[in-house]
T-cell receptor, first 108, second 115 residues
Framework: RKEVEQDPGPFNVPEGATVAFNCTYS??????FFWYRQDCRKEPKLLMS???SGNEDGRFTAQLNRASQYISLLIRDSKLSDSATYLC?????????FGAGTRLTVKP | DADVTQTPRNRITKTGKRIMLECSQT?????MYWYRQDPGLGLRLIYY???????NKGEISDGYSVSRQAQAKFSLSLESAIPNQTALYFC??????????????FGEGSRLTVL
């Protein structure tokens, strides 16, 4: 079993749709959680950190469920510019493990 | 100019050749990392360095070596390249331990093809 697992997609959604991604992790002692965004042929960039209480940044909402060992990312009112691969990252003792990513395509 | 710079950006080489990928950063971060990215596997850590004298193996260090020449420079070497080392390689820095976010700042990547 991979340490961090994501549905690879692709998710193809129309503009304005709401889409959600989940990511599960195997190490129950994991300490920090992040979502990164990676555009095609580009480097990953931090989208948002994920806090136990959940957090929101504009159209993006991240949630953490420690009991079930998953994090989620919700994107509301999808834009064409949201098309990218979304990487889940889980940290334990400075060891950051990446999921393989979920590809999102937002269509007109 | 990019804060984390990788050279070369693209390289095609032959099996058995020695290859060096270089990374330099202007962010003043102590921690530097080398990852490789393969389709369907995500990013995997090759080596990381918490300062000039502290170098550690990551998940997949076999076949690779690194050198931390200075705080700002971290190079990755493939002593004898093989085709399954064909991948996209990323260098990254982190603001830990002084920073609080743990965010990784990536270079633009080096695409390596081994024939």
């Amino acid at each position: 079993r991979k340490e961090v697992e994501q549905d690879p997609g692709p998710f193809n959604v129309p503009e304005g749709a709401t889409v959600a991604f989940n990511c599960t992790y195997s190490n129950s002692a994991s300490q920090s959680f992040f979502w990164y965004r990676q555009d095609c042929r580009k480097e990953p960039k931090l989208l948002m950190s994920v806090y136990s209480s959940g957090n929101e940044d504009g159209r993006f909402t991240a949630q953490l469920n420690r009991a079930s060992q998953y994090i989620s990312l919700l994107i509301r009112d999808s834009k064409l510019s949201d098309s990218a691969t979304y990487l889940c990252v889980v940290t334990f003792n400075n060891d950051m493990r990446f999921g393989a990513g979920t590809r999102l395509t937002v269509k007109p | 100019d990019a804060d984390v710079t990788q050279t070369p950006r693209n390289r095609i080489t032959k099996t058995g050749k020695r290859i060096m990928l270089e990374c330099s950063q202007t962010k003043g971060h102590d921690r530097m990392y080398w990852y490789r990215q393969d389709p369907g596997l995500g990013l995997r850590l090759i080596y990381y360095s918490f300062d000039v004298k502290d170098i550690n193996k990551g998940e997949i260090s076999d076949g690779y070596s690194v050198s931390r020449q200075a705080q700002a420079k971290f190079s990755l070497s493939l002593e004898s390249a093989i085709p399954n080392q064909t991948a996209l390689y990323f260098c990254a820095t982190s603001d830990l331990p002084r920073g609080i976010t743990g965010e990784l700042f990536f270079g633009e990547g080096s695409r390596l093809t081994v024939l």
